[in-house]
């Protein structure tokens, strides 16, 4: 059996790979930054670079 340790995040518009083992878990869900576990409530990015998610 193969246990899946990274994945994308959750947010659909974030391009971010994160690890499980790091991840803000909401819900069953994997994120890479609060900001994208809570549905980017202030308009803000995760800030990794590269990446230009906000919703």
Do not use: F, W
């Not at 900001?35 to 906000?54: I, L, M, T, Y």
């Amino acid at each position: 059996m193969t246990t899946v340790t990274d994945m994308k995040c959750a947010c659909e518009s974030c391009l971010c790979i994160v690890s499980t083992d790091s991840a803000v878990q909401k819900e069953g869900k994997y994120y890479c930054s609060q900001a994208c576990a809570d549905s980017h409530p202030d308009g803000q990015g995760c800030g990794h670079k590269g990446c230009e998610c906000h919703a």
